[in-house]
Nanobody, 123 residues
Framework: QVHLVESGGGLVQAGASLRLSCAAS????????MAWFRQAPGKEREAVAAISWSGSRQYYADSVKGRFTLSRDNAITVYLQMNSLKPEDTAVYYC?????????????????WGQGTQVTVSS
């Protein structure tokens, strides 16, 4: 069972940057696909970005392409670099993991979840 802990959220102004981190423990980290989801008030949870276990394949939602970058190291941490933040990026961001190499974009495809970290972007 993978245990995930996110960090790096906060309150920023529009146009600013934030970097979220997700630290994993409890399993063979390199064999898991990792993703970031977000959920804004009154909206469904949506996939923001995902990265395969090798790092060679990535997914980005259209709304964040060109602004967000996902990376992972060979150890235990996945990073989501968020640039040019917009008020519509305001949400609770969740790190998620699923066994295997296939990238999924639905929350039911992921087996483990972090507790979430709040990102608030003011206009």
């Amino acid at each position: 069972q993978v245990h995930l802990v996110e960090s790096g959220g906060g309150l920023v102004q529009a146009g600013a940057s934030l970097r979220l981190s997700c630290a994993a423990s409890g399993s063979t980290f390199s064999s898991y696909t990792m993703a970031w989801f977000r959920q804004a008030p009154g909206k469904e949870r949506e996939a923001v970005a995902a990265i395969s276990w090798s790092g060679s394949r990535q997914y980005y939602a259209d709304s964040v392409k060109g602004r967000f970058t996902l990376s992972r190291d060979n150890a235990i941490t996945v990073y989501l670099q968020m640039n040019s933040l917009k008020p519509e990026d305001t949400a609770v961001y969740y790190c998620a993991a699923r066994a295997g190499s296939r990238i999924g974009t639905y929350d039911y495809e992921y087996d483990a979840w972090g507790q979430g970290t709040q990102v608030t972007v003011s206009s």
